[in-house]
């Protein structure tokens, strides 16, 4: 392990549970890059996460952490937030776990603009639980609970992001370590609700299923699908087809909900309100 990096781990907890050939592995060592490139003290980042094989990456990370229930991470990290604005608080889920039983929360704490930098594992299953298909999982591939392919439309969960208000979105694959950094730090530096959602890899539950070899091969697909943003806008939608748009894919200001309570509070007291 980097010496930069190993003090923002709890070694006594490793090695991991995470399959061999997981991609979970590189985007946690994508997420701790960027935490060390931002320079944050150890003692004022918080890590918050649900219920999966990505949210089990808490248990590893040497911060304030919080293992949440399913779904739920963006509402204890909203919480926090609002109680200790001066927190970093980083969101951890997977893909089922913010787009399926999160997805209200997901498009709530968007819309609030709330100052939280939300990281999605998306590898287009759930994992841990038996390898069911998940809002992510794409049309026609397969799953436990789709043996012959899943009918459904998957989300495109940054469009969903940027719609529902977030202020800054991008998207990366585990594939592209040095954009997922990158990322992340653009993503902690703007003051509002950021996503950014990495396609990484699963290679037992989704990969086996769906014959994509080992976890070699599944990233040089991740590199092979992978088209930067600045490239797509000047390519139509049959050069795109079964593409992955990477990059910064939005970036906007909106009023952050943090700092507009704490000045309605502020407000209330210098007006003589309820709150004297």
């Not at 890590?47 to 590893?60: N, Q």
């Not at 040497?62 to 980083?90: C, M, Q, S, W, Y």
């Not at 998306?122 to 392919?149: C, E």
């Not at 092979?224 to 797509?232: G, L, P, Q, Y």
Request: proline letters at 4%; hydrophobic letters at 40%; aromatic letters at 6%.
């Amino acid at each position: 392990m980097l010496p930069e990096i190993e003090g923002f781990f709890r070694t006594d907890k490793l090695p991991h549970m995470w399959c061999p050939g997981c991609g979970n592995g590189i985007v946690l060592h994508g997420l701790v890059k960027a935490i060390a490139e931002l320079g944050l003290d150890k003692n004022k980042v918080t890590i918050v996460s649900g219920i999966g094989c990505s949210a089990r990456a808490a248990a590893y990370l040497d911060f304030d952490t919080v293992h949440t229930t399913h779904g739920r991470a963006l509402a204890f990290a909203t919480g926090i937030k609002l109680a200790r604005p001066e927190l970093n608080v980083f969101v951890l889920m997977g893909d089922g776990d913010c787009s399926a039983i999160g997805g209200n929360h997901l498009i709530h704490a968007a819309r609030r603009n709330i100052d939280l930098t939300a990281l999605v594992f998306n590898n287009s299953i759930y994992g841990m639980t038996g390898g069911q298909a998940s809002p992510m999982t794409p049309s026609g591939k397969r799953a436990t609970t789709a043996p012959t392919g899943t009918l459904e439309r998957s989300f495109d969960l940054c469009e969903l992001a940027r719609a529902a208000g977030a202020t800054m979105v991008g998207r990366a694959t585990a594939f592209h370590t040095r954009l997922l950094t990158g990322l992340l730090v653009k993503g902690h530096r703007n003051k509002g609700f950021s996503l950014v959602e990495v396609i990484t890899q699963c290679p037992t539950a989704y990969g086996r299923r769906n014959k994509m070899g080992q976890p070699a091969d599944m990233l040089r697909w991740q590199k092979e699908h992978a088209v930067d943003i600045k490239a797509a806008r000047n390519m139509d939608s049959g050069q795109l087809q079964d593409k992955i748009i990477i990059g910064e894919l939005h970036r906007s200001t909106a009023p952050e909900l943090t700092t507009r309570y704490r000045q309605l509070i502020q407000e209330l007291r210098e007006g003589g309100g309820f709150l004297d």
